[in-house]
């Protein structure tokens, strides 16, 4: 157990200096807590859509941020045949409600807003990226 012990320390460590990130960004908030999602937002972290599925009223305008510093796509679109074990889906179709090229982290581009303005079941993927599938559902 005393590889485990070491990681605690290390994790420890770095997240001391997280309040000196470049202030590119408006807003302050803690490196940590930009990287959790706010409302009636989606964050791209460790090849995912967090949180996957997200529940919105008609009307809402969403918001997809870049928690990391590789590319993501916002495709709206339906997905299936995911393997259970790898997470990486069989199938996609791209049906061009929206399709954006997410920016990483921190350069012009990363993030990206749509209205939705119909009640439904909106899935949507990242296209290089297998394992990010997510949906946003729209109460009328
Ligand atoms: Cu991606």
């Known amino acids: 157990m005393i590889p485990a012990a070491l990681l605690v320390l290390s994790g420890c460590a770095t997240t001391a200096?997280?309040?000196?990130?470049?202030?590119?960004?408006?807003?302050?908030?803690?490196a940590d807590e930009s990287l959790t999602p706010g409302e009636n937002e989606v964050i791209t972290l460790g090849l995912k859509f967090m949180p996957e599925t997200i529940?919105?009223?008609v009307g809402t305008t969403v918001t997809w941020r870049n928690g990391e510093t590789i590319g993501h796509t916002i495709t709206s679109g339906a997905w299936g045949d995911v393997n259970e074990s790898t997470?990486?889906?069989?199938?996609?179709?791209a049906d061009g409600l929206f399709d954006h090229a997410l920016a990483p982290m921190g350069q012009e581009g990363d993030t990206f807003s749509f209205t939705f303005t119909e009640p439904g079941e909106y899935l949507?993927?990242?296209?290089?990226?297998?394992?990010?599938?997510?949906?946003?559902?729209?109460?009328?």
């Not at 200096?17 to 803690?30: I, N, W």
């Not at 997470?87 to 179709?93: A, I, K, N």
């Not at 949507?124 to 009328?140: D, K, S, W």
């Open 124 to 140: 949507y993927f990242c296209q290089p990226h297998l394992t990010m599938n997510a949906r946003v559902i729209v109460e009328g």
């Open 87 to 93: 997470g990486l889906r069989g199938t996609q179709s």
């Open 17 to 30: 200096p997280s309040d000196s990130a470049p202030g590119q960004q408006s807003e302050s908030a803690p």
């Open 55 to 57: 529940t919105v009223p």
